[in-house]
């Protein structure tokens, strides 16, 4: 028989990032707190705040759940912040959730994650539907399944065709921490998303089709950064993911099939912008591709354009709907936890 003492269930390691965090960190440390799963230490980073973010991280320093803190004596990177709070992961942790200062989890998120990552030595990331802006999102994967093949999780997520996915909310099995200062050394801006893709491929993806984790959105936030129309440098990116991990997904024919794919989304991209009097970010893209030796001919553009049709029908196949609406003070009460997936937030059709 399984011991299901504390004593026996392995230890996790929420990670909290934060820079001026005063705003939500109430919140997001409150959330910890209230996990229903009780083997857990919480590790804050905080990069050298000038708002209240120490004293709200001094009120829970006598809660339930333990805090490793550190404080930075200057600001670094948002990236290097991430990396030096992996880094803080004490080693006798087995699992790692990271949990951004301005985001929430369901109390039971934690011992859901830990139930499905456990029921499969090869499950390397886990990951569940998003309550984005106030709406369920979630991802084009079955829901009579919950464990998927990394590569073929890997895939869609490079492809996109994945729908949706709130990557900055990975929780990962922890193999220690030699390898933990390489962790989002993957991608300058979607260091979280190539994370993902990297664990994928190294076994297993678990999806719990359940709204477990509440994105918020605003001007600071790390989503927005990432998704934000401006983000020159995070588009381009994603070229460059798709060249660092094609490989582990397809043979050779369809991995260059698929970058062409992605070369062409991005000459179409060029193309609106300009349309929409955005010249200096169509040539923006161009001059990416370009320093990629991948910069267009007459050629490229006419199958770029004649394409364009079959991808947006294509998108229309995976896109699912969003919904339904779930605000904070709903996704964090107690009739919610008990009414379970099904009632609480059923798929629009």
């Not at 392995?10 to 990032?17: F, I």
Request: charged residues 25%; hydrophobic residues 40%.
């Amino acid at each position: 028989m399984k011991d299901c003492s504390a004593s026996a269930r392995p230890l996790v390691a929420v990670v909290t990032p934060v820079y001026n965090g005063g705003t939500y960190l109430e919140a997001t440390m409150r959330c910890v707190q209230q996990q229903t799963y009780d083997k857990l230490i919480h590790v804050i980073v905080d990069n050298c705040s000038s708002d209240s973010t120490p004293e709200i991280i001094d009120r829970y320093r006598s809660q339930r759940v333990e805090l490793l803190t550190i404080r930075n004596d200057r600001l670094l990177p948002l990236r290097e912040n991430w990396t030096k709070a992996f880094c803080a992961v004490p080693a006798e942790a087995s699992y790692v959730k990271i949990l951004c200062a301005d985001d929430l989890m369901r109390r039971d998120c934690i011992a859901r994650f830990v139930e499905i990552a456990q029921s499969d030595e090869k499950i390397e990331v886990v990951l569940c539907d998003d309550v984005f802006i106030d709406k369920v999102h979630r991802a084009n994967l079955p829901l009579n399944q919950t464990v998927f093949d990394g590569t073929e999780a890997a895939r869609k997520i490079l492809d996109e065709s994945i729908n949706w996915l709130p990557y900055h909310h990975l929780f990962v099995r922890y193999h220690g921490g030699a390898q933990s200062a390489e962790f989002f050394n993957d991608a300058p801006v979607h260091f979280d998303f190539a994370a993902v893709v990297r664990r994928s491929l190294r076994g297993k993806f678990a999806y719990l089709h359940d709204p477990l984790v509440y994105t918020r959105w605003h001007a600071n936030s790390l989503t927005s950064q990432q998704l934000g129309a401006d983000q020159l440098e995070g588009i381009l990116e994603r070229f460059d993911i798709i060249c660092a991990f094609g490989g582990q997904c397809w043979d050779e024919s369809a991995f260059r099939l698929q970058k062409e794919r992605m070369r062409a989304r991005l000459m179409r991209l060029a193309i609106k912008w300009a349309v929409k009097g955005r010249p200096d970010a169509a040539r923006g893209v161009l001059r990416g591709l370009k320093e990629r030796q991948v910069g267009p001919n007459a050629a490229d553009w006419s199958r770029s354009i004649i394409g364009w049709i079959p991808y947006e029908r294509w998108k229309r196949s995976w896109r699912l709907p969003t919904g339904p609406e779930i605000d904070e003070a709903k996704f964090c009460s107690e009739s919610f936890l008990k009414q379970g997936p099904e009632k609480a937030c059923p798929a629009p059709v």
